[in-house]
């Protein structure tokens, strides 16, 4: 078994050795490959990301990734959105859960806003938000999937009203649950992000396209004490990558108080990809334990260090 381990730029490199601790517990034997992209090589090499280390990534059962840092420049383009589309890793996957409320987000990967078609023009800038039949049909399916284990029923975060594109979006999905045997419920984006503040408890699986994903997963943070605290599951036909919500984090990167929970879930999706049995639910556990005791890092008001509560975790879990 080949894991690739991407611990990025920022906290990262920080929380990414914390999780990679977690999955070598549980898969000591497997061949564990390290590769070295993001920010921080663009900066010294000028390539963020090269065919070899895509290719690498490709040959992997499963891969454990960090945070990379996007900069705003002309010339750097975000490595995650090429990876995402190299690997073709369509279906985004992001738990939030908590006391009495258990939500999954399927967020489409590859297409919507980030389909990477833009142009910069002067006084004028467009970027192509595109939706397919055939892009929202494997969403929808993946949607479904998960709701069979589950409620049986999929809410539809859209903008119809307004978009085009997602009229297509909303009645692909609304056809693939019927076809499923799935309940589905389409709603607008903007009032499903306070209503599912407001109400988690009436939320099961949330199938919505890229940004409005991307944005509903960290609104849903406030749910779960922060950012810190999400993981998620990127998922193609053959390949999957594991990776916190968060992103590389710079304000509080290098200082060692980055909560590295995220990650940590975020190893427990990875191993229950791989078919390891109750990894994902002993991890979680002794997560849980900790946070019970008031032990956590300052951004869920403790005081312990990314390194020493990753250390805790593995003995908790041991125990
Ligand atoms: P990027 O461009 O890489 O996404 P960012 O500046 O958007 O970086 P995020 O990582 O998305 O930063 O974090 C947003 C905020 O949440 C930051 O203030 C950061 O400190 C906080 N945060 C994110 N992840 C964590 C974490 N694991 N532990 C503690 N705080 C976090
Ligand atoms: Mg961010």
Known sequence: MKIAVVPGDGIGKEVTPVAEEAVRHYLLDAEYIYAEVGYGRWERTGEAVTDED??????????????????????????????????????NLRP???PGFDIEIVRENTEGLYSGIE???????????????????????FACERAKLRKKEIVIGNKAN??????????????????????????YIDALALDV?????????????????????DVCGFLTGGLGTLPSGNYGVKNALFEPVHGSAPDIAGRGIANPVAA???????????????????????????LNKGISTPDLGGDIRTADFGEKVIAGIMR
């Open 264 to 290: 940590l879930r975020s190893a427990g999706m990875l191993l229950d990809y791989l078919g390891v049995d109750g990894a994902k639910n002993e991890i979680e556990e002794s997560i849980q334990a900790l």
């Open 96 to 98: 939030v859960s908590g």
């Open 197 to 217: 503040l407001m109400h988690p408890k009436r939320y099961d699986v949330i199938v919505t396209t890229n940004i409005f994903g991307d944005i509903l997963s």
């Open 119 to 141: 142009e910069t023009g002067d006084g004028r800038s467009t970027t192509l938000r595109v939706v397919t039949r055939k892009g929202s049909e494997r969403i929808a399916e």
């Open 162 to 187: 307004v978009l085009k594109s997602d009229v297509l979006f909303r009645d692909t999905c609304i056809k693939v649950a019927e076809e499923n045997g799935i309940a589905s419920k389409p709603m």
């Open 54 to 91: 895509i290719d690498l990534l490709k040959e992997s059962d499963a891969v454990l990734f960090g945070a990379i840092t996007t900069v705003p420049h002309p010339d750097y383009k975000s490595v995650i959105l090429r990876i995402r589309k190299e690997l073709d890793l369509y279906a």
